[in-house]
């Protein structure tokens, strides 16, 4: 059984650029979460996409935004990045009521110069 | 708000010693707790889990310990080997808008020295 999958695993962009991030889930879940990870700040909770409608968010500005395909791929997009989103995004799948938990990706690391 | 708080951003122990992560929470209707290992440029990953009816859960060498009343659950690693040497992440999960939601400490950087 795959893994969830995230692409790329690294990208460099420039500040004010705007980027798109790519999540594939495990198959059959339909629930994904995108989380941001920075040194001290630990695991910050971005959004929650289920069957292709975003139903949790968290405190970020309205430059982070995400949406899910029928196919329960989601990406997540930041727009005119700023140095400090500089981070470890990590994307999240989980079968609907499963209490124990998410199976994470493998994170895109996104530098911003 | 941090509704889970772990306070220690990093611990050493010895190899074969015992590791004694610590975590918080606030939330009295977070009804799961979970602990996800993360290694550097690696996802987190599931380790242990617990209900909030038990107060003990052990899984070989990772025992997790709940304890309602105080709002606090820790993790015990015994013993610990190198290759644990990882951020710890604790997370809680409550039923919110019918469906769970989890929630995320800050991780504590488990480091064990050989």
């Known amino acids: 059984k795959a893994g969830v999958t995230q692409t790329p695993r690294y990208l460099i962009k420039t500040r004010g650029q705007q980027v798109t991030l790519s999540c594939s889930p495990i198959?059959?879940?339909?629930?994904v979460s995108w989380y941001q990870q920075t040194p001290g700040q630990g695991l910050q909770f971005l959004f929650e996409y289920f069957s292709e409608t975003q139903r949790n968010k968290g405190n970020f500005p309205g430059r982070f935004s995400g949406r899910q395909f029928s196919n329960s791929r989601s990406e997540m997009n930041v727009s005119t990045l700023e140095l400090g989103d500089s981070a470890l995004y990590l994307c999240a799948s989980s079968a609907e009521g499963q209490y124990y938990g998410y199976t994470f990706g493998s994170g895109t690391r996104l530098t911003v110069v | 708000d941090q509704q889970v708080k772990q306070n220690s951003p990093s611990l050493s122990v010895q190899e074969g010693r015992i590791s004694i992560l610590n975590c918080d929470y606030t939330?009295?209707?977070?009804?799961?707790f979970l602990w996800y290992k993360k290694y550097p440029a690696e996802g987190p990953t599931f380790l242990i889990s617990?209900?909030?009816?038990?107060d003990k859960n052990e899984d070989g060498r990772f025992t997790v310990f709940l304890n309602k009343s105080a709002k606090h659950l820790s993790l015990h690693i015994v013993p610990s080997q190198p290759g644990d040497s990882a951020v710890y992440f604790c997370?809680?999960?409550?039923?919110?808008?019918?469906?769970?939601?989890?929630?995320f400490g800050t991780g504590t950087k488990l480091q064990v020295i050989p």
């Open positions: 198959s059959g879940h339909r629930s």
């Open positions: 939330n009295s209707m977070f009804d799961y």
């Open positions: 617990i209900s909030s009816i038990k």
């Open positions: 997370a809680a999960s409550a039923r919110s808008g019918g469906y769970q939601k989890v929630t």
